[in-house]
C-alpha cells in the first residue's frame, strides 16, 4: 500500500514529458526541414530573381521552354528575344531560365 502513491505520482509526470519530447522532436524536425529545403530553395530563388533584374538587350538566354535567343527589347513584365532570323518572341520574365554562357564566349 505504501507504494501506491509513488505509482500514482509517477504516471501524473509521465505525459508532460512524453509532450516535452514531442514537441523538441517536432521543433527539430522543422529546423531540419528548414535548413535542408526551404533556404536553399529561398536562395535560389533570389539569385534567379538578381539575374533577371540584372538582364538586358544583347544578352543571350535560354527559356525554361528550351529556346536559345539573344534579348532584343526590354518591357516591365517580358522580353522579347531573337531566336532566328526575321523571327521573335516575346517571352515572359519568368520564363526566363538561365543566361547562355557559350554565346557569352
Partial sequence: MDFLPLILAQQEGAPSGVLFSQILFFGLFFAAMW???????RRKQKEHQRMIEALDTGDAVITAGGVYGVITNKKDDRFTIKVAD???LEVGKSFIHALDKKAGS
Avoid: D, R, V
Fill in 35 to 41: 535548413f535542408l529545403l526551404i533556404a536553399p530553395q
Fill in 86 to 88: 526575321n523571327t521573335k
